[in-house]
């Protein structure tokens, strides 16, 4: 019964399962967490991830690892391997000024180029920016950044043996995969190739960068022997982790909210709303992100002094459209649509209406129609949904459930609750041993089917019109 290792170092924890390769049953798991802030010395992911890894009963059992991280964080070594500065996390927003000017030298279809490019637009989390902040604030750190990686390529490379003092035969180990690489804005998703000119434009020389790898290729092993795969983004491996197949739309309603797509074919969105990422299959994983979810549903269970189970309980019993409320909820600002200093707003109150159990539905539909917003920008690039695959936090309340299914007009599919990053990096893993992607068991998952309400999507989306057109 051979074991695999799947890893999630995301920006608040590390998460490790260990699972049986032929069955993907469960063995052990283990958590620990990271340091706050958007600028963290990696060296504190390399201890949680070990302190986490102890905590599932180690490694030394395990036949191959992957680690799925967080995306697009800039982690740059010197030509010893030793880290040149902290890395800036994908929420580290001091390079937007860089995503601006990269887009503005570009000429006046700037956004188309980046977009036939690189698959996106660039905005201050990806890399490239990141860079290009650093060569400008930082001029004697860019000289020094001898080689560049991400979070996870950074900990593949640690469990790999490399670290400072490894030298050129180091930095000459560095992996990634297609799935982070895209999300660096000097990879392209529809050539496979990184792109020298943007790091002539931004770092200002051309440094060593990970060999990425193909979908099941271990091209690193452990110290004990054990395979490291490519490994992933953290969306990417959440795909992994809850199955999706092209076709598939995933929403995941955390902190923020997130809506991606396994596509069959590159996509390029001069609008900036979808980015043009690849997935860790093969295929490709267009993505957008709302930056209000879950906050929105905390803070209106705060104002009525209710818990969260209660405030689902609250908006079930009210009808849906919330006796004509409709919150706009950009409290934020927000990404989708790309409003940086928008504000929320509540729309349509009235003395009859204006009671806990309509705020409480307000809530709740005011999220879903931000992530149907995300979602309408996926059908205006062609990509038709087979299935609505519903994660996250948020995903738990059954108010979220019916009220996305409702507005979207289609069944939502919630999976168990689990570690889907985690366990995609363990179900590549498993696949990077066998050669193939194993047939494990699928979670089971709740299928929700809601009555259709367009007026409740088309009450929101004008309110949002009259504020922000």
Same mark, same amino acid.
């Given at each position: 019964m051979p074991l695999v290792a799947g890893v999630d170092s995301s920006t608040q924890s590390c998460k490790v399962v260990i699972r049986d390769a032929e069955t993907g049953a469960l063995q052990r798991q283990g958590t620990a967490r990271h340091a706050p802030g958007t600028e963290v010395?990696?060296?504190?992911?390399?201890?949680?991830? *070990?302190?986490?890894?102890?905590?599932?009963?180690g490694l030394d059992d395990v036949a191959a690892v992957a680690v799925s991280g967080q995306q697009h964080g800039m982690v740059c070594l010197d030509a010893d391997g030793a880290v040149v500065r902290p890395a800036l996390l994908w929420n580290d927003t001091r390079s937007s000024g860089a995503a601006a000017d990269m887009i503005a030298e570009a000429g006046p279809d700037g956004a188309q180029y980046w977009a036939e490019t690189t698959g996106s637009v660039p905005v201050a989390s990806f890399t490239a920016a990141k860079l290009r902040w650093l060569a400008e604030n930082e001029p004697e750190n860019a000289a020094r950044t001898a080689a560049v990686c991400l979070p996870h390529d950074w900990l593949s490379w640690r469990l790999a043996g490399y670290g400072p003092g490894s030298g050129a035969e180091g930095l000459a180990a560095l992996r990634t995969d297609r799935s982070d690489a895209s999300g660096t804005a000097y990879?392209?998703?529809?050539?496979?190739?990184?792109l020298s000119s943007v790091l002539e434009s931004t770092l200002g020389h051309v440094p060593v960068l990970p060999a990425v790898l193909e979908p099941l290729e271990s091209g690193l092993t452990t110290p004990?022997?054990? /395979?490291?795969?490519?490994?992933?983004?953290? *969306?990417?491996?959440?795909? /992994?982790?809850?199955?999706?197949?092209v076709g598939d739309i995933v929403i995941s309603v955390g902190t923020s909210g997130t809506v991606f797509a396994v596509a069959d074919q590159p996509t390029a969105d001069p609008s900036g709303l979808v980015a043009g990422f690849a997935d860790a299959t093969g295929n490709f994983l267009p993505l957008a992100a709302t930056l209000n979810a879950s906050r929105v549903l905390d803070s209106t269970a705060g104002i009525l002094g209710v818990s969260l189970p209660e405030l689902t309980g609250l908006a079930l019993s009210a009808e849906p459209g919330a006796g004509g409320l409709s919150l706009v909820p950009y409290f934020e600002g927000e990404r989708t649509p790309n409003l940086p200093d928008a504000q929320a707003s509540l729309h349509g109150m009235t003395l009859a209406n204006y009671v806990p159990a309509n705020l409480a539905r307000a809530a709740f539909e005011g999220v879903a129609c931000s992530l149907a917003d995300a979602f309408r920008a996926f059908t205006e690039l062609g990509i038709e949904a087979r299935r609505v695959? /519903?994660?996250?936090?948020?995903?738990?309340?059954?108010?979220?459930?019916q009220t996305l299914s409702s507005v979207l007009g289609m069944p939502v599919e919630v999976p168990e609750p689990g570690e889907y990053v985690a366990d995609g990096a363990a179900r590549q893993a498993a696949a990077v041993l066998a050669g193939q992607w194993p047939e494990w068991k699928t979670q089971d998952s709740l299928t929700v089917d809601a009555p259709p309400a367009p007026q409740v999507l088309e009450r929101y989306r004008a309110a949002a019109d009259r504020q922000y057109r």
């Open positions: 010395d990696p060296e504190t992911w390399w201890l949680a991830l *070990n302190e986490a890894a102890q905590a599932a009963g990879w392209s998703p529809a050539t496979g190739e990184y004990s022997g054990a /395979l490291i795969g490519p490994g992933a983004g953290d *969306n990417a491996g959440a795909a /992994l982790g809850v199955g999706a197949g695959i /519903l994660v996250g936090g948020g995903a738990r309340s059954a108010a979220m459930q």
